[in-house]
Nanobody, 123 residues
């Protein structure tokens, strides 16, 4: 599975962005998917994850209620809708795939990583 994230950009605080992660490969629907982010000078952190079916979702406390993860298995794409953005959401956002959503939430041993997309939130 190859992953390509897109949709980042510059937005004012309070604004919204939607990130997309397009996957290649016929096994996309078998994988749980997740989003991580890494701010300058900080370690990469878990943001959100979704099970292979889309039936279960998981969020970091810092984004709960503001971000929504979803997926379209017919389009091999996972999305991250980000609302009410804050300057502290500024980071490079990465998508990842693993068979187990619990591993994504724990941030350990992802099977696949995509290249990141930069989100900058101005105050």
């Amino acid at each position: 599975v190859q992953l390509q994230a897109s949709g980042g950009g510059l937005v004012q605080a309070g604004g919204s962005l939607r990130l997309s992660c397009a996957a290649s490969g016929r096994t996309f629907s078998s994988y749980a998917m997740g989003w991580f982010r890494q701010a300058p000078g900080k370690e990469r952190e878990f943001v959100a994850a979704i099970s292979w079916s889309g039936g279960s979702t998981y969020y970091a406390d810092s984004v709960k209620g503001r971000f929504t993860i979803s997926r379209d298995n017919a389009k091999n794409t996972v999305y991250l809708q980000m609302n009410s953005l804050k300057p502290e959401d500024t980071a490079v956002y990465y998508c990842a795939a693993d068979l187990y959503p619990t591993k994504i939430v724990a941030g350990i041993g992802m099977d696949y990583w995509g290249k990141g997309t930069l989100v900058t939130v101005s105050s």
